[in-house]
Each structure stands twice: as structure tokens, then as C-alpha cells.
């Protein structure tokens, strides 16, 4: 599908297929389109063209079967001042059409740590418990595929472990779990296929292992002093607050490269050797995507 | 990833049992249910906030009971044989509907517009006709719950007869769904409460004001005699005058065929901007 704002491109011809049961992460950058992308799926959104089926139903054409899908957690903390936790949940249980849905709310309460707080009032709540209710507001009416917007944005480590271990659980029953997240290693330990998005266009598609197996080697952290020899900043990936960030080709370059380090007369203050995350993985295509950007606007410069 | 278009569809793993719940869950949910549990929450919204939304306008439409009956009962005979407190009853309990029907439609869309809040509603599968009967039916039920208060406060004062109670009825329902029409299309359009206070302000309460709650059409000059005719607020409050007295500036048939026309168009207006998500969905 392709979304336009104007003569702005939000989305560029974007197809996807997530399946069901799958724990599918949406990552990109800010403005990259995820939460247009996101959107357009809960109906909030129309597309300029294209369209986009839940359950195979259209989001358009279809939107009651669509809707009753589908649980989105928004990404902006709203909420409504007049009622207290469980009205609002009891009242997003009755807009899907649910009535004598208590025990499923009061399961969710209980999930997402909100028990305590279920008669009071919503302006009453932190950041976090808003957030939670948001949560608890997406699940109320047990939909299949659930879509989470950055719902770890700005909460406490308590919270995202209630969170995730509800929602694998979740994931485990066989509901649909759609993620966008700036916290990349949540995705590299929770999502099984990941889409990465830059500006509007889908640049990656795979299993998270897939992706985490596009950087092969080992990556070295190496904070020195001292001049650096030619032949290790050949390896050099990266700099981040002042340690050099290296690929090696294999586990046995580490020592050659230590060795020639010393032998230029550095001295090696701290370091860290490892494989590549999703992080390196999510920056490197970045960077390959903007330098391919990059050649044809030079060329045509 | 050569698809057609983008899906979330049926993949091969196999589901357990809470995903055939959730299939049960999907299956029993009802379209009487969404709508009515919009319609208590838009109730319960005003009913929690009911000293700003029910006794403050009652109060104010008891103290222009006092201030302009007491000045001009001497002064002014509206209607023959009724006498001026009795005749601005009516008036003040039809301006009290229409104004708070207008409120309450267009105060929740612009509030839950500005607080994000109307994704909880735009996320559910209502319908544009839910959306419309269940803001329209909470206008109505406000606006009424105001003007019945207004009534049994003021009616201490000068007990006006009951002619033609269904009139009453008839012009009071319309006339609050008319407003509550009105509030939901403000609503919609309105971006920021400065939108809708305009809206409110230079359109609904002029026309209020201007409609006869104060005076009969009968005692102005020619010209603004005229222009009144102009205003569907004026049929409003004398087709329900009407119901007490059975005396009216013009015949209540067109008044209710006027208010009724009003009606259709307005609704036509709100269901079509519903339906295509006018500055709801972009």
C-alpha cells in the first residue's frame, strides 16, 4: 500500500503478509512510517492505495469483522478524565460489542498489575499505570492479532517485564503480536520475523536470526591510547564515545588484532568482543540504504 | 514478499484454546451492546460532571426568570390572557434544551479530540448510524434532563397550563436532536475549543436569544418580524409554547415541519461526515 500526505510519501508501496501466531517487529526510525503503517491497519488511517486484510478481512470494506480483530495499544498516553480504570475498561468491552466480560477484565487487571487501582480514577494514574490501562483497554475484548505502538516508551523495568511476560503468554495461546519498538533488544528477544522501515519503504524483511546473520563475524569494542595502526582501522565500523567498534571476519582475528595494537604501542583500556545485535544489524542497514541513496544523487548531480 | 497487499492473514501455525475463545469472543459481540455502551458513557460523562452540566444551567435559566420577569411583568403582555412570567416559562425551558443539547454532543468530540481519547472510539467497529444515534440520543437526553429542571424550578412561579402536552414533547425531543445534530457537526469540524466557543457563541446563542424566548415575534417591527421568520430557532420555541398555551405565532404544523426538515438536513450532514471520517480518520 502506498499512504500520501500531500506531496509527502508516508508509505511507499508497502507489502507485507504477518502471520497468524507470529511475534512480528516493526523497527525503524523516527518518521520511518510505522505508526502511519500502523494506522491505516486500525482503520484510523486510509490509504492512498492499496488496502490491508485482518483475518482476511478488509480494513475498509470490512472494518466491523476487521475492528473486532484487532487490539491496538496507541503510542500517545491518552485517556479519558471521567472514568475510573475498570469503567473504562468495562466501557471498551462494551464498544466491541461485549457484555459479562468481568472475568476477562478482571484477568487482565490482574496480569497487568492494576488490581489495586481498578476503582480509581484515570487522572488519578502515573505515566506508567496509563499506560498499562492502555494496554489492558487493546486486550478487553480478546482480539487475535494484537498491535503494540511503542508500548514500553517511557515505563519503568517492572512494567516491561509484566508486560512482555503477559503479552508472550499471549503470543503462546496463539494471538498475532505486531511490535514497534525503539528498545532494539526487546525485538531481538521477543520478535520472530522483523520488518525494518525507512523512510515510508520496507529495506528488510526476515527472521530476526536471518537478519542478526547479515553482519557475520565478530564485532570488538576497543577503547586505546595511543596511534592505532593502519591495519585495525581498516576494521573499524563505527566509533561510539570514543571506543573504536570493529568487525572481524572470525574469533581468531581478535588476538591479531590485540597483538598489533600493542606492537604499535597502544594501551588498551577497555574492551569488549561479541557478535553483532539487532542494534548493528538495524544500523548497518541504515547506512547501506543512505549510501545507496546517496550514489544515484550523486550521479545525478 | 510478493503480495498483492498488506495483510494480517492465516498463517499455518495452529491455534490453542484461547484463540478459539477469542473467535467466541469476536462471535458473541453485539451491535446493540457497542451502541448502548456508548450511550451510557456519554450519559454517565455529563451525569459526573452534573453541577457543571445540569444545575448550572438551571440556575442560570432561573435567574433570568427572576431578573426579566420581574422587570417586565408589568410591562409587556407576550401572548393574550398569559401573563409574562407564565409566557417566558416556556421559552426558557426550550432555550435550556436546545443550548444544552448543543453542548453535550459538541463538548465530548472537541474534549475527546484535544485528550486523544476518541481513538477508544474510533478503534471499535461502530458504525457512522451508532456513532450518530448515540451522541444524538445522550444530546437529548441531557438537554431534556436540563429542561426539566428548569421546569420544576420555574414552574413555582407562574404554573403555565398544559394545552397540548405532545406538542411539548414533539418540539422538545426534536428540538434537542436538532441541537445535538448540530453540537455533533461543531464537533466534528472544530479543532480547538476556540473553533467550537465561536461556533457556540456567534451562531447557537444569537439564534437562541433571537428566537422569542423573551418576547413574542408579534410585537417586533416589520423587518425583524421578518428576519425571525428566518430563524428555525424561532419555530422551535414557539411550536413549543404552543403545547402550553395553544397560542403561537404561526401554525405549529409548520413549525414542526420546519423543525423537521432542519432535522433531516443536519442529520444527512452529520451521518455523511461520519461516514467518510471527516477530520476523524485522515
Known sequence: ?301 | MTLPHGRLNEGSLPLGGTARSVKGASARASAAVSFRTLLMKEMLRFWKVSFQTIAAPVLTAVLYLLVFGHVLEEHVQALPGVSYTAFLIPGLVMMSVLQNAFANSSSSLIQSKIMGSLIFILLPPFSHWQLYGAYVTASVVRGLVVGLGVFLITVWFAPPPFASPLWILAFGVLGAALLGTLGLIAGIWADKFDQLAAFQNFIVMPATFLSGVFYSVQGLPPFWKTVSHFNPFFYMIDGFRYGFFAQSDVNPWLSLGVLTLAFIVTAGIAVNLLSRGFKLRN
Open chain 1, 1 to 301: 500500500m502506498t499512504k500520501r500526505y500531500g506531496s509527502i510519501l508516508a508509505l511507499d508501496r508497502v507489502d507485507l503478509q504477518i502471520n497468524r501466531g507470529e511475534f512480528f517487529g516493526l523497527l525503524g526510525p523516527n518518521g520511518a512510517g510505522k505508526t502511519t503503517l500502523i494506522s491505516i491497519i486500525a482503520g484510523l488511517v486510509r490509504a492512498t492505495t492499496g488496502r490491508v486484510s485482518i483475518m482476511g478481512h478488509d480494513v475498509v470494506a470490512d472494518y466491523r469483522a476487521a475492528r473486532l480483530s484487532l487490539g491496538v495499544v496507541p503510542q500517545e498516553l491518552a485517556f479519558d478524565p471521567f472514568f475510573t480504570v475498570r469503567e473504562t475498561l468495562e466501557f471498551q468491552s462494551g464498544y466491541f460489542g461485549l457484555s459479562n466480560n468481568g472475568a476477562w477484565i478482571d484477568e487482565v487487571l490482574a496480569n497487568l498489575g492494576l488490581i489495586s487501582r481498578a476503582d480509581t480514577n484515570m487522572r488519578a494514574l502515573s505515566g506508567g499505570m496509563k499506560r498499562r490501562v492502555l494496554v489492558a483497554q487493546a486486550l478487553v475484548h480478546k482480539p487475535p492479532v494484537i498491535v503494540l505502538d511503542e508500548p514500553t516508551a517511557g515505563v519503568d523495568v517492572e512494567l516491561r517485564q509484566t508486560l512482555w511476560a503477559f503479552i508472550r503468554r499471549l503470543n503462546r495461546e496463539g494471538h498475532t503480536i505486531v511490535l514497534t519498538t525503539h528498545y532494539l533488544e526487546e525485538a531481538q528477544a521477543l520478535c520472530q520475523r522483523i520488518a525494518m522501515l525507512r523512510a515510508g519503504a520496507v529495506i528488510a524483511l526476515d527472521t530476526t536470526r536471518a537478519l542478526l546473520a547479515h553482519i557475520a563475524g565478530v564485532q570488538m569494542t576497543l577503547r586505546v591510547r595511543g596511534t592505532v595502526p593502519p591495519s585495525v582501522l581498516a576494521h573499524r565500523i563505527d566509533e561510539r564515545d570514543g571506543a573504536l567498534v570493529l568487525r572481524l571476519a572470525q574469533p581468531e582475528d581478535v588476538g591479531r588484532v590485540l597483538a598489533e595494537c600493542q606492537a604499535a604501542g597502544c594501551q588498551i583500556d577497555d574492551l569488549e568482543v561479541g557478535r553483532a545485535d539487532l542494534e548493528d544489524v538495524f544500523l548497518q542497514l541504515m547506512a547501506e540504504r543512505l549510501e545507496s541513496e546517496r550514489i544515484p544523487a550523486l550521479a545525478t548531480a
